[in-house]
């Protein structure tokens, strides 16, 4: 699927294109999931090559940003599906040629649509390919830090809620907490990893760029993006050392659970064994045991066994043990 887009009045608009020819006017193509030949006909068009899918996911630096004949590749990692609680990676090829930019891509990360909303009003996008690309990526970026902060306030959520209790029952139950601890590591991650991919490509961005006729706001961004990214990078260590410490606590908190648990059944087990050899011996009916005859004798040997297990427990309640 091929999407075809021109600035009026520094607002994206969409343009039809025909099997054959782009329009000039066109500043930035869009190439969802290629069809077969679709990509062909495309760098025919537009006489440049087009990234296929298997060139996409090579993951050296020298395969995903290099410069050929003039046209900048970039190819970066960005987070998919995260509304949908599935998180997953996707690339996205960047191809910046003279006047043009185009993208390639199998998904549709919620920022390529989010950037779409906002550049069809007026007065949001510059004219250049170069200000496209950056409104992009500071869309994307911005996106990763809207997921880190939610990430964020629901760990501080949850480690009220591990190291507090409502009453007798805590609010989550320990299996919960660790599925949802692992979930979120898992997506910060992947935003980690989309996050050290952006700021290569956006450190090669600056290179490109430094020197050349770009403008100096699309240069300033460019630097106030890298910054950002770095800082996001630190922030998701943060979350993942904190998310470690608290699958940590988790963990020693259900060891401490079960070793209350053993413990009753350990006490329990010393409380009741005096009274059980007391009736053990009792019901021995031997024919020279004096207490066989004895009126109390019966009265005597039930007192007897309370005392054996009563003792004991009171003896752990003051030792703490209880």
């Known amino acids: 699927m091929l999407n075809a887009y021109a600035v009026q009045n520094e607002a994206l608009v969409r343009v039809e294109t025909t099997h054959d020819a782009v329009p000039p006017e066109v500043k930035w193509v869009d190439l969802l999931t290629p069809g077969t030949g679709e990509d062909k006909l ?3 068009c537009l006489g440049i090559e087009i990234p296929t899918h298997e060139e996409m996911l090579e993951i050296e630096p020298s395969s995903r940003l290099y410069v050929d004949h003039g046209v900048r590749y970039m190819t970066a990692t960005l987070l998919c ?11 996205i090829s960047f191809v910046l040629a003279p006047g043009r930019l185009v993208t390639v891509r199998y998904d549709t990360p919620k920022p390529i649509n989010l950037f779409l909303n906002r550049a069809q009003k007026p007065g ?47 609010d989550k139950p320990f299996q919960e907490v660790l599925q949802f601890l692992g979930t979120k590591g898992e997506l910060v991650s992947k935003a980690r990893e989309s996050l050290v991919s952006i700021n290569r490509l956006l450190l090669f961005l600056a290179t490109e760029i430094e020197g050349s006729k770009v403008s100096k706001d699309v240069r300033t961004l460019v630097k106030t993006q890298t910054r950002d990214v770095e800082s996001l990078t630190q922030h998701c260590d943060s979350l993942s050392n904190k998310i470690t410490f608290l699958l940590d606590a988790t963990l020693g908190l259900i060891g401490i659970e079960q070793n209350n648990i053993v413990k009753i059944f350990a006490v329990l087990s010393v409380v009741f064994m005096p009274p059980t050899l007391v009736g053990t011996i009792y019901g021995m009916n031997f ?13 005597m040997a039930i007192v007897l066994m309370l005392v054996s297990g009563i003792g004991p427990y009171f003896y752990f309640r003051k030792k703490g043990w209880l």
Do not use: C, H
């Open 42 to 44: 495309l760098e025919r």
């Open 81 to 91: 599906n995260t509304e949908l609680g599935t998180p997953k990676l996707t690339q």
């Open 287 to 299: 024919k020279a045991m004096p207490e066989l005859a004895w009126e109390f004798g019966y009265p």
């Open 124 to 170: 949001t996008v510059q004219g250049s390919p170069e200000s496209i690309l950056t409104g992009l990526l500071d869309t994307i970026v911005d996106r990763v830090a809207d997921i880190l902060e939610k990430v964020s306030e629901e760990i501080e959520q949850v480690s009220t809620g591990i190291f507090r209790k409502t009453g007798t029952q805590r």
